[in-house]
C-alpha cells in the first residue's frame, strides 16, 4: 500500500444514492472504492444515503440510513415510476434525480449539517440539487461516476420507439443542465475517465476536473477451482437503458454468428426477462464470483454509457479471461492480457470462439497488482483534491 503525505484529518459528509453494504451494483463497488480510499488518507467519513427495502446488512462505514425506497426502475412499482415522472415534469430535474427526492432539501441538509462536517462529497451528481444550499455553508465536492448527458443521449440516438427516444432526449438536456451547473458550483470535480473530464471540458465549461482512478475495492480472494459449467457468461444489472442495450446487441448480433454448441449463461438483475432461447437466464446468483470461476469466458458487451464499466474492472483486478467492446474498457489502461477488446458483432463472436476454443489461464497476480496501482492513484489524486482545499 503506497499513501501520499498525509492531510490534516478532515469531518466529511458523503452523500450518495446506496448505501453499498454489499458489492452487487457498479455504483456500489464504486461508491466503496472511494470510501476506502477516505479512510486510507485518514479522514472520518459519515455516509448519508438511501437502502433498499428491505434494508439488512450493515454499512461499511458509519452510516445515516435516509430512508429505504425503490431503486431499480426495472423492479419498482409503476405508482413510484409515475411519481418520479410527475415530479420531475414540475421540478424541471431529470427522473434520474427525482428518484431519490425522498426527503425535503432543508431536511436532509439539517441532517448533514447535524454532524458539523467539514467538507460535502455528493458521489453521484443526481443528488446534488437536493443539497446545493450548503455549498455557501461548506465546501462542497461532486464526483461524476458518468456524464449521464452524453449516456441518455446514446440510448436516445437508438430508441426505436418514439416515446422513448423523446424520453431519454429529454433526460439528456436535463441532466446536462444539471451537470453544467454542479462542475461550476462545487469546489472540486472529479470524473472516473479522462473521456468524460474532457467532456465536462469542453461541453460543460467545467475549468479543472480531475480522473480519479476507479479500482475493484474489495481483495480478491482466489477464484473457487470449479469445472466450466458455461463456455460464456454475462452478468450484469441489465434493467439500467445502456446495459440493456448492450445485451440486446449481443443477443441480436453476436449470438447468432456463435457456434450452436456453445452454451452461454446470462446472470444478474433482469436477466430473467430477456428473450432468447440461446441462453440460460440465471437471475441473481448467490456468488459472482463463483459464477465467474464457473465460465470458460465472460462478456462485456457495451455499446453505450459513459464513466467505467465496472464488470471490466472487476474481470481485469481478478485475472479472469474476458471479450470487451471498446466502450466497454472505456477508462481503463494498461489492462491486463486476460482481457481481449473486440469491435463489431463478428469480431466479438470471433474472439469469444476463440477464448473457448483456446482458453487464456487466469492471472490472479497479474490482475491484483494492475488494481493495486489504481489504487494508489486513486489515493493520490482524492489527496491532492482535498489538499487543494486547505
Same mark, same amino acid.
Given at each position: 500500500?503506497?499513501?501520499?503525505?498525509?492531510?490534516?484529518?478532515?469531518?466529511?459528509?458523503?452523500?450518495?444514492?446506496?448505501?453499498?453494504?454489499?458489492?452487487?451494483?457498479?455504483?456500489?463497488?464504486?461508491?466503496?472504492?472511494?470510501?476506502?480510499?477516505?479512510?486510507?488518507?485518514?479522514?472520518?467519513?459519515?455516509?448519508?444515503?438511501?437502502? #433498499?427495502?428491505? &434494508?439488512?446488512? =450493515?454499512? *461499511?462505514?458509519?452510516?445515516? %440510513?435516509?430512508?429505504?425506497? +425503490?431503486?431499480?426502475? $426495472?423492479?419498482?412499482?409503476?405508482?413510484?415510476?409515475?411519481?418520479?415522472?410527475?415530479?420531475?415534469?414540475?421540478?424541471?430535474?431529470?427522473?434520474?434525480?427525482?428518484?431519490?427526492?425522498?426527503?425535503?432539501?432543508?431536511?436532509?441538509?439539517?441532517?448533514?449539517?447535524?454532524?458539523?462536517?467539514?467538507?460535502?462529497?455528493?458521489?453521484?451528481?443526481?443528488?446534488?440539487?437536493?443539497?446545493?444550499?450548503?455549498?455557501?455553508?461548506?465546501?462542497?465536492?461532486?464526483?461524476?461516476?458518468?456524464?449521464?448527458?452524453?449516456?441518455?443521449?446514446?440510448?436516445?440516438?437508438?430508441?426505436?420507439?418514439?416515446?422513448?427516444?423523446?424520453?431519454?432526449?429529454?433526460?439528456?438536456?436535463?441532466?446536462?443542465?444539471?451537470?453544467?451547473?454542479?462542475?461550476?458550483?462545487?469546489?472540486?470535480?472529479?470524473?472516473?475517465?479522462?473521456?468524460?473530464?474532457?467532456?465536462? #471540458?469542453?461541453? &460543460?465549461?467545467? =475549468?479543472? *476536473?480531475?480522473?480519479?482512478? %476507479?479500482?475493484?475495492?474489495? +481483495?480478491?480472494?482466489? $477464484?473457487?477451482?470449479?469445472?466450466?459449467?458455461?463456455?460464456?457468461?454475462?452478468?450484469?444489472?441489465?434493467?439500467?437503458?445502456?446495459?440493456?442495450?448492450?445485451?440486446?446487441?449481443?443477443?441480436?448480433?453476436?449470438?447468432?454468428?456463435?457456434?450452436?454448441?456453445?452454451?452461454?449463461?446470462?446472470?444478474?438483475?433482469?436477466?430473467?426477462?430477456?428473450?432468447?432461447?440461446?441462453?440460460?437466464?440465471?437471475?441473481?446468483?448467490?456468488?459472482?464470483?463463483?459464477?465467474?470461476?464457473?465460465?470458460?469466458?465472460?462478456?462485456?458487451?457495451?455499446?453505450?454509457?459513459?464513466?467505467?464499466?465496472?464488470?471490466?474492472?472487476?474481470?481485469?483486478?481478478?485475472?479472469?479471461?474476458?471479450?470487451?467492446?471498446?466502450?466497454?474498457?472505456?477508462?481503463?489502461?494498461?489492462?491486463?492480457?486476460?482481457?481481449?477488446?473486440?469491435?463489431?458483432?463478428?469480431?466479438?463472436?470471433?474472439?469469444?470462439?476463440?477464448?473457448?476454443?483456446?482458453?487464456?489461464?487466469?492471472?490472479?497476480?497479474?490482475?491484483?497488482?494492475?488494481?493495486?496501482?489504481?489504487?494508489?492513484?486513486?489515493?493520490?489524486?482524492?489527496?491532492?483534491?482535498?489538499?487543494?482545499?486547505?
Amino acid at each position: 500500500m503506497t499513501l501520499p503525505p498525509p492531510t490534516t484529518p478532515m469531518r466529511i459528509a458523503f452523500l450518495t444514492t446506496l448505501v453499498p453494504n454489499t458489492l452487487r451494483t457498479g455504483s456500489e463497488i464504486a461508491t466503496r472504492a472511494i470510501l476506502s480510499v477516505l479512510e486510507d488518507l485518514g479522514h472520518e467519513v459519515t455516509l448519508f444515503a438511501y437502502g #433498499r427495502a428491505p &434494508f439488512h446488512v =450493515a454499512s *461499511p462505514v458509519e452510516t445515516v %440510513l435516509l430512508a429505504t425506497i +425503490p431503486v431499480e426502475s $426495472a423492479t419498482a412499482p409503476r405508482r413510484e415510476q409515475a411519481a418520479w415522472a410527475w415530479r420531475s415534469l414540475r421540478s424541471g430535474l431529470p427522473i434520474s434525480s427525482e428518484k431519490y427526492n425522498y426527503l425535503p432539501p432543508d431536511r436532509l441538509e439539517a441532517e448533514i449539517a447535524r454532524t458539523n462536517p467539514d467538507l460535502l462529497i455528493v458521489d453521484h451528481v443526481n443528488l446534488y440539487p437536493f443539497v446545493n444550499g450548503l455549498a455557501r455553508r461548506l465546501p462542497l465536492g461532486v464526483i461524476f461516476h458518468d456524464v449521464q448527458a452524453i449516456s441518455y443521449a446514446m440510448v436516445a440516438e437508438k430508441s426505436a420507439r418514439p416515446w422513448w427516444r423523446a424520453i431519454y432526449a429529454r433526460e439528456a438536456r436535463l441532466n446536462a443542465r444539471l451537470e453544467r451547473r454542479a462542475g461550476a458550483e462545487a469546489r472540486f470535480s472529479l470524473f472516473l475517465s479522462e473521456a468524460d473530464a474532457e467532456e465536462a #471540458r469542453t461541453r &460543460f465549461g467545467i =475549468a479543472a *476536473p480531475a480522473v480519479l482512478p %476507479l479500482f475493484f475495492p474489495a +481483495p480478491p480472494d482466489p $477464484a473457487p477451482a470449479l469445472a466450466p459449467a458455461y463456455d460464456i457468461g454475462l452478468i450484469g444489472t441489465w434493467s439500467w437503458p445502456p446495459v440493456r442495450q448492450g445485451i440486446a446487441w449481443f443477443l441480436y448480433e453476436v449470438v447468432p454468428r456463435l457456434p450452436p454448441d456453445l452454451s452461454i449463461a446470462v446472470a444478474g438483475s433482469g436477466s430473467e426477462t430477456l428473450s432468447s432461447d440461446r441462453i440460460q437466464r440465471l437471475g441473481l446468483v448467490p456468488s459472482a464470483r463463483a459464477f465467474l470461476a464457473s465460465l470458460r469466458v465472460s462478456a462485456v458487451p457495451t455499446t453505450a454509457g459513459t464513466g467505467v464499466q465496472i464488470k471490466t474492472l472487476e474481470l481485469a483486478a481478478t485475472g479472469t479471461p474476458a471479450v470487451s467492446t471498446p466502450l466497454g474498457v472505456r477508462g481503463l489502461d494498461g489492462l491486463p492480457e486476460t482481457i481481449t477488446v473486440a469491435d463489431g458483432p463478428q469480431a466479438f463472436a470471433d474472439a469469444l470462439v476463440e477464448a473457448v476454443r483456446r482458453p487464456k489461464p487466469r492471472a490472479a497476480a497479474a490482475g491484483h497488482a494492475w488494481n493495486e496501482a489504481r489504487r494508489d492513484a486513486a489515493r493520490q489524486t482524492l489527496h491532492d483534491a482535498l489538499t487543494k482545499l486547505g
